[in-house]
């Protein structure tokens, strides 16, 4: 997409009317509020999520037929301007710790059965939606021109806007309107776009395409509500897209913010990314045939040949053998024979099982620490040393044993340690 045509989208925009918003904090799952947009006079009103309705109807599906329940009437048909498009999550919606959190019910009566139909589906929109400051939303009303709704969580403000040259086809719309509202290119991830095809126009069939951008591809992709043609009616409506931009997110290379951060140097995974050598970690792909089977034994002659497993390594491999990044990135982590950062090109293993730890083991460990100045699972900053506290190495007759690299050396006292660190630098 070119940058001229989103301009040119961008300076077609017109705003018809807007609401601003106070943020308010998640408690318990809940925002305590939802959002209604009737687009027959584009008013825009914040409703309560009381007790009783949390009670009784909890979220999700319930939260959506409740709402429903109130607009409609006994003569209510699927093109009714009175029948409502609801969208909602439960109090576990946007929670990251459980998988399918990230799911959006969305309800409304069916154009294919003329009763309340409900449909789920993924991607970010309901999280986004939770994150701006609302539970639900509730869409009424007919529309005289084509619109678009865009949910503002940044600046706390909701709009209803014309939209003359958006794009009604969803794979376009979707990559337009995140182009447009993203302030550069890493804030498209915040973008989610709700949109329905040309299709439901002409069809009782029509779904709807909820947007997540793919920052790996570097383009919005697409999930489907699609059962009950719910589409039909959101462009019955005159209803173009739906837009909500959330606050910054973390990126998920990041891991600055992470409690784990403390065992990163500060120079962070991109800069390491820096200096791999991507050729070399090709040859090693071929080696192994670019087999998926192999992808451990790959990684074990990248953390030889690089002495950590960067992002660049990650992604070679990943788009190699068709191993997703996350996989990988589950190994890298969870082998102690892996490291996401460069190790030293001496690893000093220090023996703390049993044996070695009656007969002073912590202490050699402290002296190390003190000589070269790093905590355990540290590098020297010239990237010569690296020291390891290990459980055993299985020579508990030679205690208390440190290693070398592949060098065990027995009886080490910590008086000896640094003479010990002189030596093996001098032997390069």
């Known amino acids: 997409m070119e940058s001229l045509a989103i301009e040119k989208i961008r300076e077609s925009i017109q705003e018809i009317s807007h609401l601003d918003y106070q943020p308010v904090s998640i408690y318990r799952g809940y925002a305590g509020r939802y959002l209604k947009v ?53 109090p576990l919606g946007g929670t990251v710790s459980f998988p399918g959190s990230g799911k959006t019910i969305v309800t409304s009566i069916s154009p294919l059965t003329g009763s309340i139909m409900d449909c789920n589906v993924g991607g970010y929109f309901g999280p986004y939606l939770k994150f701006a400051g609302f539970d639900a939303l509730e869409i009424i009303g007919k529309a005289s021109e084509e619109v678009i709704i865009f949910i503002d969580a940044t600046k706390c403000r909701v709009s209803i806007q014309k939209a003359p040259i958006v794009s009604i086809d969803s794979h376009l719309a979707s ?6 509202f993203a302030d550069d290119e890493e804030d498209r991830r915040n973008i989610s776009v709700v949109s329905s095809g040309r299709g439901a126009q002409h069809a009782r ?8 951008y793919d920052w790996r591809r570097q383009v919005p992709r697409l999930k489907q509500a699609g059962r009950g043609g719910i589409g039909t009616v959101f462009r019955d409506k005159k209803l173009k ?65 690089e002495r950590c497993i960067s992002m660049a390594a990650i992604d070679e491999i990943s788009l190699a053998t068709g191993v997703s ?52 699972g540290g590098t020297t900053p010239d990237f010569k040393f690296s020291v390891e506290a290990v459980a055993c190495l299985g020579c508990c007759s030679l205690a208390p044993v440190v290693k070398f690299g592949e060098e065990v050396v027995p009886n080490v006292q910590s008086k000896d340690v640094a003479k010990l660190i002189k030596k093996f630098r001098s032997r390069g």
């Not at 998920?252 to 409690?259: D, E, L, N």
């Not at 190790?343 to 002073?360: A, L, N, Y």
Request: net charge neutral.
């Open 325 to 376: 990044r996350g996989r990988l990135y589950h190994i890298a982590t969870f082998y102690k024979a892996f490291s996401l950062v460069p190790r030293g090109e001496i690893e000093v293993q220090v023996c703390v099982g049993t044996t070695c730890h009656v007969k002073g083991s912590a202490l050699i460990l402290e002296a190390f620490e003190r000589e070269l100045g790093i905590s355990r």
């Open 175 to 180: 990559e337009e309107l995140t182009m447009m």
């Open 241 to 305: 897209a739906l837009v909500v931009k959330s606050r910054e997110l973390q990126h998920a290379w990041k891991v600055t913010p992470s409690k784990v951060s403390r065992f990163f140097p500060s120079e962070g995974l991109e800069e390491i990314a820096k200096r791999t050598d991507r050729k070399a970690i090709r040859k090693i792909i071929e080696k192994w045939n670019s087999d998926p089977e192999y992808v451990i034994e790959m990684m074990q002659d990248v953390q030889d040949l």
């Open 38 to 90: 009737d687009l027959s006079d584009y008013s825009i009103k914040i409703l309560p999520v009381d007790e009783k309705m949390k009670q009784l109807w909890t979220g999700g599906k319930g939260f959506d037929l409740w709402i429903t329940l109130k607009e409609i009437n006994k003569n209510t048909k699927w093109n009714s301007p009175e029948n409502p498009i609801c969208m909602s999550q439960g």
């Open 205 to 212: 069939m029509g779904i709807l395409n909820f947007s997540f």
